[in-house]
């Protein structure tokens, strides 16, 4: 077993690890920047390093000065966390270079699953359902024109280097697609520096639900039930649950073979995640595979009773997994609290915490790093806590929920939290009625 881990991450995920290592009596090295010397997860490390300035590219972003950390304190392992690094083949390669553990899947599994287009061919051959469309990138607009009328409008064009909604066109019909295809273009070869495109069935009003899978260097996989994901804004998560409200017997038995089988299909090293688009007729296809740790590993950890991080960890060390599929015993509901006035068009709100209350009681789980006197700083994501209720049942979670968040004080920024109040307030939320449109007519 590794005897001292090094955090590549900032905020309540370094924390999350940073537990979870101090209770296998690992010890943990924090990396920080400038903006977060007083940061909670400096303060809980056993050793923490400065790694520069605030700008992600000088700190987080930064392999050599995270190299130069592992080496000074002799970590033997890395864990990157979600974002910055932890889907970074070349950091992961490099890690593999050092004799320094990665604890994450294979730079190969990084680089496939990295890639749209390669990702699909993966899950094509594993025999993992995909939505129709391009059998590859598309070559030029007169291809996607006739692969528009074969696959039949409304189609969508996505960029390959693209994720999280960057880089996507919807075409309703052929009067759109030239357009669409300029300007999809356009984004993808400014924002990921690879105009590579393809094109997709539109999946209309749609459910985002992922199962969160585990997969050891033996070749064992099992999938570990499912999160629906549908309440998102402008493809950020805001609400996650388990289980979704959306799913029956049969199709969770369904989609948990197909996520085992593309694991195994590929040999999978680690904790990820396949996520699936599921239509009003419960078809469910293949969207994205993630391969780190996700921000909603949370739900899942409550409902089957579990710690995914000690799972990630053990999985790195080169111990086998059981093997045995999960299934929800409880239901789980992650609300994101985030620094920003959802009355102002969800506007950050960085700045001094001048006060702090933060609830409690049976079936409660707050992951956060703020503390009353802590300064928010403007350079990095303005999530700062993940509230958690689980319940017996999804009516219970959302009254806990409710009553938590009536508790939850956070002075000084603004916060979402009068959101959330208001959604889970919302009949169609509370009915379970909902898909990846409901926050475009959701009035709070
Ligand atoms: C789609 C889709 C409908 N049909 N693909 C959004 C980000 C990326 N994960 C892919 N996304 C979508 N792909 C087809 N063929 C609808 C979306 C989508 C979406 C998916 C999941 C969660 C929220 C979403 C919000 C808008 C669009």
Known sequence: MFK????????????????????????????????????????????AVCIGPPPSKESYLNIPRIMAAIEITNADAVHPGYGFLSENEKFAEICL??????IGPTPDHLRKMGDKITAKETMIKAGVPVIPGSE????????????????GYPVILKATAGGGGKGMRIVWDESEIQKAWESAKMEAQASFGNDGMYMEKYIEEPRHIEIQVAGDQYGNACHLSERDCSIQRRHQKLVEESPSPFMTKVLRKKMGEAAVKACTNIKYEGVGTIEFLVDKYRNFYFMEMNTRIQVEHTVTEEVI???????????????????????????????????????????PSP??????????????RVDSHIYSGYTIPPNYDSMVAKLITVAQTREEAINKMHRALSEYVIEGVKTTIPFHIKLMENEQFKKGNFTTKFM?????
């Open 351 to 364: 700045g001094k915490i001048t006060n702090l209350h933060t609830p409690g009681g049976h079936g409660i």
């Open 136 to 151: 590859g990138l598309l070559q030029n607009i007169d291809e996607a024109k006739k692969i528009a009328i074969e696959t």
């Open 305 to 347: 009773n579990y710690d995914l991080i000690q799972e990630q960890i053990k999985i790195a060390a080169g111990i086998a997994i059981s093997g045995k599929n999960y299934f929800p015993k409880l239901h789980a509901i992650e609300c994101r609290i985030n620094a920003e006035d959802p009355f102002q068009n969800f506007r």
């Open 97 to 102: 270079q050092h004799g320094v553990k990665f």
């Open 440 to 444: 475009d007519d959701f009035i709070y």
């Open 4 to 47: 001292k881990i090094l955090i590549a991450n900032r905020g309540e995920i370094a924390l999350r690890v940073i537990r979870t290592c101090k209770e296998m009596g690992i010890k943990t090295v924090a990396v920080y920047s400038t903006a977060d010397r007083e940061s909670l997860h400096v303060k809980f490390a056993d050793e």
